[in-house]
């Protein structure tokens, strides 16, 4: 149990019906990300929808004391095709334990972890409250409670080619890239995600 930051999975709010859904939408907008306005838009605009709907699941970091939203991360699970060329035989090793192996490409498939949106709040008055590292750690925590119930052990998540971003992901937190993704994006059209996994 994290004591520092309050962890909230947003349906605790939505089996509250409308009155639990209407707080949530207040909470969310006290929340600003300049730095990429698509986490900004997704959490106000499609977070609630995308867990009424099971598709993915949006939990909310909130100070203890003032109950001001900090950040927030969204986890579910997606299907991901993986060449583990560039892996090292004992991560290859792990991958092929939940996966199964197509014979002509070599690729593995399998199902995994995806923590499909990170943000912190750059709002003024919060800056530095969290940061990116301990917002990641909170989200490989929720990500091992997952596990213990349901088994699996690959996380995998899709970010900007962004060097400082990279850097963040690679050699700070140990994700290795696997695969490259075009998606489009109301912010910023069309553009190109590298995906990244790592074995928890």
């Given amino acids: 149990m994290n004591d520092e930051f309050l962890i909230l999975n947003i349906r605790e709010y939505l089996k509250q019906g409308e009155s639990g859904e209407n707080i949530l939408k207040q909470i969310f907008s006290t929340f600003s990300c300049s730095k990429n ?30 109950g001001q939203i900090l950040g927030y991360f969204t986890i579910t699970i997606k299907p991901i095709s993986v060449n583990a060329d560039y892996f090292s035989n004992t991560v290859k090793r792990k991958i092929a334990r939940v996966s ?22 750059f709002e003024n008055d919060l800056k530095g409250t969290i940061t990116g590292q301990e917002l990641l750690e909170l989200a490989f925590e929720k990500i091992r409670d997952l596990q213990y119930m349901a088994g699996g052990m690959v996380v995998f998540l899709e970010a900007e080619e962004n060097e400082k971003l990279m850097d963040f992901y690679e050699k ?18 069309t553009h190109t995600l590298i995906q990244l996994l790592k074995v928890l």
């Fill in 100 to 121: 199964e192996q197509n014979e002509d490409s070599g690729n593995y498939s399998l199902s995994a972890y995806l923590i499909a949106q990170l943000g912190r709040n």
């Fill in 172 to 189: 700070k937190n140990g994700f290795k890239r696997f695969n490259t993704k075009e998606t489009k994006s109301a912010m910023a059209g």
């Fill in 37 to 66: 306005l698509d986490v900004e838009r997704f959490l106000r605009e499609q977070a609630i929808n995308f867990t009424k709907k099971n598709q993915s699941v949006t939990y909310v970091v909130l100070s203890p004391e003032e």
